[in-house]
């Protein structure tokens, strides 16, 4: 099993529509919870960075962390057709600042006009 | 641009040849990261360096695989006797600790391998 499950879909949505995206996790050390954008041959950029449990919020994208049920969620309001990408979560542990990312496997998302 | 460079973009190569990559962090990172990523799949680990030292290796790094960080700022990636599994995108990234967001790790474009 996997550290990090994430659905692969594809997921494809009208433009306008709210986004989820999520990802479980098995590994309880898990501390820093990331959300990485990456489109078609291209190199993953950081959406979002989250510590430990809790909410944040970034123009149209909300990150939430759940570590009691080890369940991570990104939520894109208002889609619009460049957010279509590969939506990839990350996480490390706590403890040391610096480590590697431990990816899920990246769910594709389409926004039709 | 002051982003994280690697070069080539692309390689393609015949079984059993070696390969290098390079990859240029950040000026001033003094973390350097290599994943690797399959279709399909989310990166994976490779190693890591802080400076010139490297700290940590995955076991998917073979006795094939080599890097180095000679002088704390490129790092190149070497596969040796490449193998037709070897193909996938190489990616780098690097981090400069101490920032609000701690050692958030910036990735390069990545460079493409084709092994025939």
């Known amino acids: 099993q996997k550290e990090v499950e994430q659905d692969p879909g594809p997921l494809s949505v009208p433009e306008g529509a709210i986004v989820s995206l999520n990802c479980t996790y098995s590994?309880?050390?898990?501390?820093?919870f990331m959300w990485y954008r990456q489109y078609s041959r291209k190199g993953p950029e950081l959406l979002m960075y989250?510590?430990?449990?809790g909410n944040k919020e970034d123009g149209r994208f909300t990150a939430q962390v759940d570590k009691s049920s080890k369940y991570i969620s990104l939520f894109i309001r208002d889609s619009q057709p460049s957010d279509s990408a590969t939506y990839l979560c990350a996480m490390k542990p706590g403890g040391t600042s610096y480590g590697k990312l431990t990816f899920g496997q990246g769910t594709i998302l389409t926004v039709h006009p | 641009d002051t982003g994280v460079s690697q070069d080539p973009r692309h390689k393609i190569t015949k079984r059993g040849q070696n390969v290098t990559f390079r990859c240029d962090p950040i000026?001033?990172?003094?973390?350097l990261y290599w994943y690797r990523q399959t279709l399909g799949q989310g990166p994976e680990f490779l190693t890591y360096f802080q400076n010139e030292a490297q700290l940590e290796k995955s076991r998917l790094l073979s006795d094939r695989f080599s890097a180095e960080r000679p002088k704390g700022s490129f790092s190149t990636l070497e596969i040796q006797r490449t193998e037709q599994g070897d193909s996938a995108m190489y990616l780098c990234?690097?981090?400069?600790?101490?920032?609000?967001?701690?050692?958030?790790?910036?990735f390069g474009p990545g460079t493409r391998l084709t092994v025939l």
């Open positions: 000026s001033e990172h003094n973390r």
């Open positions: 989250t510590y430990s449990s």
């Open positions: 590994n309880s050390a898990f501390q820093y």
């Open positions: 990234a690097s981090s400069l600790p101490g920032q609000a967001t701690s050692d958030t790790q910036y």
